[in-house]
């Protein structure tokens, strides 16, 4: 069975840096779960502290129902990827995978068996015998994870492990260890700053910004309905509009912006007369000019075709951006650049949230 996880309150001060600040998170056995942040969030941290490479200044670590706060990483049930893979260059395919193995004192003979058990669960039967120089991208990143479940962790510990690999490779990447993870009900915890990455293959995500825990949802709710201003910013493109809050109403909030009266789903502490900002995706704003709910006059800047859907860059009387998406299907009613447009969006399509 994977284990759960539990950080309870933990904070880690380095000197004067708070870099993990009141971190309180239950992953559950058997999850997917992803931590998303800009570069020097915390993210890491919090890994290392799961792994037992440092230990909080406070808080709890708890991984299966035991207390292993003050526990070395060879004692927990833990096993880490790291962004770097760190595979032994003069070591053939199946001793790499088999490395934690030999430390602990298994047989030469059982080792290989459970690297070629290994190399069929990642799809590379008979690369046991290969030199690390001989893989390809993809296939390094495979055998990074074949040696980390070797040593059968209750929890893996992934920190950014797809990040030197090429976009396409990358995306055949997540859906791999999406697949992997399904397969060995391993409990994952997957570090990234990449929003794609966690929105595709986690079950549920936190995001961090500055230390803090800003949110933790499913990948929808994190997209439809962020907790925060940073949250919306960051996880996703968007629309934002800073205004001042007139009124709430039947779960509506009126918002004076300087694009005039702006509606949208009041989120959480939103309340008349604080200083807020309504967001709207760029999938939600339409060039319908008769369309009920929110208008907006700009002009058109530019369109950056993209495939199945075109952005379309545009500019509100007073210089602010906005994004609308096109769908491929409606090009031609794309506007000219430059040329005077109105756009609309529903106030169900857009969440109002509170500054701060």
């Not at 931590?35 to 670590?61: D, E």
């Not at 479940?149 to 490779?169: C, G, Q, R, T, W």
């Not at 910013?233 to 009126?254: I, P």
């Not at 002009?299 to 609308?324: K, Q, S, W, Y």
């Amino acid at each position: 069975m994977s284990h759960s996880v539990e950080l309870a309150g933990i904070e880690m001060i380095f000197g004067a840096v708070r870099a993990v600040e009141r971190f309180s998170a239950t992953v559950e056995g058997g999850e997917f779960f992803s931590i998303l942040g800009p570069s020097g969030c915390g993210k890491t941290t919090v890994l290392r502290l799961v792994a037992g490479f440092i230990q909080p200044t406070s808080g709890r670590i708890v991984i299966g129902g035991k207390d292993v706060t003050e526990q070395g990483p060879h004692q927990r049930p833990t096993s880490m990827i790291f962004q770097s893979l760190a595979l032994f260059p003069l070591m053939p395919v199946w001793e790499n995978i088999a490395f934690g193995l030999e430390v602990r004192g298994v047989s030469k003979a059982q080792r290989r068996r459970r690297a070629d058990e290994l190399l069929e669960l990642i799809a590379l039967p008979g690369f046991g015998d290969r030199m690390v120089h001989e893989l390809s991208g993809g296939q390094k990143q495979r055998v990074a994870i074949a040696r980390a479940l070797a040593v059968d962790p209750e929890v893996l510990l992934l920190d950014e492990p797809l990040s030197a690999l090429d976009l396409k490779l990358r995306q055949h990447m997540r859906a791999e260890l999406r697949a992997l993870q399904k397969r060995t009900g391993v409990t994952f915890i997957y570090i990234t700053h990449d929003q794609s990455e966690a929105l595709a293959m986690s079950d549920r995500v936190a995001v961090m910004n500055a230390g803090k825990l800003q949110q933790i949802a499913t990948p929808r709710e994190l997209y439809a309905n962020p907790a925060t201003s940073f949250v919306a910013r960051f996880v996703g493109e968007t629309n934002e509009f800073a205004g001042r809050v007139r009124d709430v109403a039947n779960g509506l909030a009126a918002v004076e912006t300087r694009h005039g009266m702006l509606r949208g789903r009041a989120g959480p502490g939103v309340k008349s007369g604080v200083e807020a900002a309504l967001y709207v995706r760029p999938e939600a704003v339409s060039l319908s000019v008769g369309a009920p709910g929110n208008r907006i006059a700009a002009l058109a800047d530019r369109l950056e075709f993209e495939g199945a859907v075109a952005m379309l860059h545009a500019r509100t009387n007073d210089g602010a951006p906005v994004l609308a998406a096109i769908a491929n299907r409606r090009l031609d009613e794309a506007p000219l650049s430059g040329g005077p447009i109105q756009l609309s969006f529903a106030p169900a399509e857009a969440l109002v949230l509170a500054h701060g």
